[in-house]
């Protein structure tokens, strides 16, 4: 499989972290059309461009080099591994994939059937109003909100969908009471 290493640095920027129990939120999923991250308060699906039948959760060990354009995912004699290629079409690194057995969330079910009428626009933490930047880049994006307890949709740009898959990026509000709760820490 060979895929734009930007989608898989996308797909790494919404991965949870060590902390997190459910292993396979620490991984990025890969179908035979999309690659796909969820950290339990933002998910993304992107198209990868490949045909592939590799469909499994993966956790990636190794870092991506800045120059990597192009990464080649495949089972070896070793195991799973991603290698990185640069605009030269030289190896820069390598990373090791470990492949785990789960039942990765169905994305599709995180979004409501349509949207809920909002009065006001839900509230958000900082560090996710940052995360598109750090997938894409600087973007032009929209908010799409399906109710104030549901997911926000972002919608990206054109120049953004194109070069990275169609993002189907979404976001978790904070609950309604947020400010209500963190005042309660001020008393």
């Known amino acids: ?10 797909a790494l920027c919404c ?3 060590e902390k997190e129990e459910r292993t396979y939120l620490r991984g990025v999923r890969i179908t035979p059309t999309h690659i796909q991250a969820c950290n339990g308060v933002a998910m ?3 198209e990868h461009g490949d045909n592939t039948d590799i469909d499994g959760v993966f956790l990636l060990k190794g870092d991506i080099p800045d120059n990597a354009e192009v990464t080649i995912i495949d089972l070896l004699e070793d195991g799973w591994m991603a290698i990185h290629i640069d ?8 990373s090791t ?8 969330p169905d994305l599709e079910k995180l979004m409501t059937p349509g949207p809920e009428r909002c009065d006001e626009f839900p509230m958000f ?3 996710l109003l ?4 750090r997938m894409f880049g600087s973007a032009a994006l929209k908010f799409k909100p399906l109710g104030k307890s549901a997911p926000c949709q972002i919608m990206l740009d054109p120049v953004i969908n194109e070069y990275f898959g169609n993002p189907f990026l979404a ?3 904070l609950r309604e009471d947020a400010f209500e709760q963190i005042s309660e820490v001020l008393k």
């Open 97 to 104: 994939l470990a492949k785990i057995e789960c039942s990765y």
């Open 130 to 133: 940052d995360l598109p930047y």
């Open 125 to 127: 933490s900082s560090t």
């Open 171 to 173: 976001l978790m509000p």
């Open 15 to 17: 991965v949870a972290d």
């Open 1 to 10: 499989m060979l895929i734009p290493t930007d989608i898989l640095r996308a």
């Open 44 to 46: 993304v699906s992107m």
């Open 87 to 94: 605009e030269f079409e030289k190896t820069v690194a390598s």
